[in-house]
């Protein structure tokens, strides 16, 4: 089953908000499976001024939070909950990730996202972030929900 999420409903779905929200639309999701989302990249960022002020490059810990608020999302939609309802996910470990690209200003990030395994409240997932066709980041992650 194929959706679009724009901002306004990833902000139903999401407790982030500005600076720390880093998804900006959803391109397609398959509940229980996976999904993809887009993360505009602007010379606007908070953190691009100390990281680095002479050659601004997104933190790679914030591309994969970028992946771990896809994979919130999915979770959320997939068992039909909100944080309004009191639900919240946490990272619970972040396996072989790898940065093969850097993230600038004027990118656009495409998260892709799939469900590898879940049990209960425990999700595991692979995920990998891209600008244009080139691999910027992977990483395998679990997370939990509260």
Known sequence: MKHLMDIHEILEYLPHRYPFLLIDRVLALDLWKSVT????????????????????????VLVLESMAQAAAVLAYKSKNTKPSDGSLYYFAGIDN????????????????????GNKLNVWKMQGSAYVGDELACIADFISASK
């Open 37 to 60: 989302a887009i993360k505009n990249v602007t010379m606007n960022e908070s953190f691009f001024a100390g990281h680095f002020p002479e050659r601004p490059v997104m933190p790679g």
């Open 97 to 116: 990730a790898r940065f093969k690209r850097v993230v600038e200003p004027g990118d656009q990030l495409r998260l892709e996202i799939k469900v590898t």
